[in-house]
């Protein structure tokens, strides 16, 4: 076993360090993240950010006096990328805004996706113009490669220190934290950059670079918007500074890329160019669709009716407006009363708009016996369901307050519970690719603290979906307790064509519901048993996978889905009968098409309908009325294919077809 000693204060006691490789290495303790570093080699030292002392997160300066399992991270890892991201902004970004508007007041600056943000206070007011001044003086501290250290405070000092220096936000940030939250051994988290007359200090738990110098220089400030001191919109309103950091500039690059694709893609401007849907202040959070939106949607819903079906599930109806006393029984109501609208009836009586189907559906499974002959039982709805969101929350279709869920749930035994598992997972794969999602993660869920039921039903709920899903051939990772009260569950994130990901599908095993709703079927001993119930969805909300839908594909949805699918346009009005035909014999054959019969040039025609994503445009002159063909053009494509009209008809009727069965 390899000995490194490490320096002349080191004491005589040896620990032992592990790797992440499983290797060993002995230092004198005690023994710091850095110098670690080090002893493997000068390159893994240059590039070192922070470490993780059994599991934790630390300052590469930290000391380490007992034995321990230490990984070394660095820009490449994601939490030591995030590690450099919080620096940025916490100890340059917000550095760089007091030097430049000193009567800055600095509220937080937490990491975000693919990013960070820091809200200031300051009688400045922010514009675009500003950020490139801001990027230049940050540019400028980083390459001063001033030193950072970690320093514990006693609280009260703390609190005064920010207070004379004109820091209310840090000292209420001190003063209403829990006793156990920002302390150590009860003193406070502070980091100080520079030293003497010139230094920055600021709250904050770490861990962060021990130089500034340590800082990528491939950033970039990215957007203002307003925010609110915890959240209360009677306050002040805070000023909030985004921002992305990378490696190298090749990956910022590559993510402001990503970005500028994304607002091409966004669903809200392609909604509005393709005249699919509107949403409007006088019906904040719901959808009105428009004719070629709602067919989308239709489209959307009857393929997933044909799939369920063909899967053996039932498909129901309930209520909208349903009693509070289901709720209470349910548990719902304690737990989501905040997001349910509710109204009163003549009899006084409170009835709540449903913000989810469950409860519902076990009241159909209620009705009448049930044998263990009847399981698996498979329930769906698209269930209408509305939920009270916060206002500041909703965006377009992504976050709404009225939506549709593919919403199901499978009453069966706790013996059929893997293979109704497997048989979901085998459908939702199937559903993703046909969709055009073939990047799915699985992620199962495992017990919360707070839970209800044995751990030995943990257990063995747990293994039977961890079971499940490998027997459907599909890879996961486990999120500790992230479960569900009543039961683990799987989530699905699926990936569209810019690698973001979206969590849509779920299932969600439950003991608790059918007690508490006294939902029962008779055993093969004739006994009453409680049935399992698995909560599950597909897509989710409708609306919310519509715009997935539409920046996955830019709009340019293939033939089935697309809510126009056919254009047939003259080249001059002296063959508007011709083109009717053809438009009729395309609507014959199933397929959507449409005739533009406008006195406009036929170049106008093309270009129009090629930005509102039309797939497929036929145009038809002289010749093509003479010689019965037809012109297509390709979205995209700037070639034409003459066809026979009745070779083209039967090519676009095979091109449209709903993909009702696994390839």
């Not at 309930?318 to 009899?347: C, Q, Y």
């Not at 409860?359 to 509305?386: T, W």
């Not at 899903?469 to 999120?479: C, K, P, S």
Request: aromatic content about 8%.
């Amino acid at each position: 076993m390899e000995k490194c000693v490490t320096n002349a204060a080191a004491t005589a006691s040896v620990i032992t360090i592990t790797l992440p490789d499983g290797s060993h290495r002995t230092y004198d303790a005690p023994v710091t993240g850095l110098e670690i570093a080090e002893s493997i080699g000068a390159g893994l030292a240059k590039a070192a950010i922070a470490i993780k002392v059994d599991g934790i997160q630390k300052d590469l300066s930290h000391l380490i006096d007992h034995h321990a399992s230490v990984s070394i991270l660095t820009v490449k890892d994601d939490e030591g990328l995030e590690v450099m991201r919080h620096s940025t902004t916490a100890q340059v970004l917000a550095r760089a805004v007091k030097e430049l508007w000193p009567d800055a007041k600095l509220a937080i600056g937490p990491t975000i996706a693919d990013g960070f943000y820091y809200d200031v206070e300051m009688e400045h007011r922010l514009a675009p113009d500003d950020l490139p001044k801001i990027e230049a003086k940050m540019l400028e501290i980083i390459n001063q490669a001033k030193p950072v250290a970690r320093e514990m405070w006693d609280r009260k000092e703390a609190i005064a220190y920010f207070k004379e220096h004109g820091q209310p936000y840090k000292a209420d940030i001190i003063e209403n934290a829990a006793e156990d939250d920002t302390t150590e051994k009860g003193k406070i988290s502070l980091y100080r950059q520079g030293e003497g007359e010139d230094h920055f200090m600021d709250l904050c738990r770490g861990p962060h670079v021990t130089n500034i110098g340590k800082i990528s220089k491939a950033f970039k400030l990215t957007k203002l918007s307003g925010a609110y001191w915890r959240g209360d919109s009677a306050g002040v309103q805070l000023q909030r500074i985004y921002g992305t950091s990378w490696p190298d500039k090749k990956d910022l690059q590559a993510y402001l890329t990503r970005i500028e694709e994304a607002e091409k893609r966004d669903h809200r401007k392609l909604g509005q160019q393709m005249n699919l849907f509107h949403i409007q202040e006088e019906a904040v959070g719901q959808v009105f669709w428009h004719d070629k939106g709602w067919r989308l949607y239709q489209t959307l819903e009857n393929y997933i009716r044909y799939k369920i079906r063909e899967n053996g599930y039932q498909e129901v109806r309930t209520p909208i407006l349903v009693d509070r006393s289901l709720w209470e029984k349910s548990g719902h109501w304690e737990k989501f009363r905040e997001n349910m609208f509710t109204v009163a009836d003549d009899d006084e009586r409170t009835l709540a708009i449903k913000p989810m189907n469950c409860p519902c559906h076990v009241q159909i499974f209620n009705q009448g016996i049930k044998s263990y002959r009847d399981l698996p039982l498979r329930m769906a709805e698209f269930g209408s369901c509305h939920r009270n969101e916060a206002s500041g929350a909703l965006h377009g279709l992504m976050r709404v307050r009225a939506m549709v869920q593919d919403d199901a749930h499978i009453f069966c035994t706790e013996e059929q519970v893997t293979q109704e598992t497997e048989h979901f997972c085998r459908l939702l794969e199937e559903v993703y690719e046909q969709l055009g999602f073939t990047d799915v993660d699985v992620k199962l869920a495992t017990r919360p603290d707070v839970r209800a039921g044995t751990d030995e039903t943990w257990d063995k709920a747990e293994k039977a979906l961890a079971d499940a899903v490998t027997a459907a051939g599909l890879e996961f990772t486990y999120e500790p307790n992230e479960g569900a009260f009543y039961g683990p569950k799987l989530e699905f994130h699926l990936k569209d064509t810019l690698g973001r990901s979206w969590q849509c599908g779920t299932l969600q095993l439950d003991f608790v519901l059918p007690d508490r709703l006294d939902a029962n079927f008779i055993g093969e001993d004739g006994n009453k048993h409680r049935p399992v119930m698995l909560h599950r969805a597909i897509l989710g909300s409708l609306e919310r996978f519509i715009g997935i839908l539409i920046e996955h594909y830019a709009g340019k949805f293939p033939l089935w889905l697309a809510p126009l699918q056919v254009v047939v346009a003259p080249i001059v009005n002296e063959f508007d009968d011709y083109a009717v035909e053809v438009q009729k014999q395309l609507q014959d054959a199933g397929l959507i098409a449409e005739a533009d019969l406008r006195n406009e040039k036929i170049s106008y025609k093309i270009r129009e309908h090629s930005n509102q994503k039309v797939p497929v445009i036929i145009a038809v002159g002289a010749r093509e009325a003479a010689e019965r063909t037809v012109a297509i053009r390709r979205m995209d494509s700037q070639k034409q294919e003459i066809l026979a009209l009745s070779e083209a008809i039967e090519l676009l009727q095979q091109e449209a077809k709903m993909p009702l069965s696994k390839k």
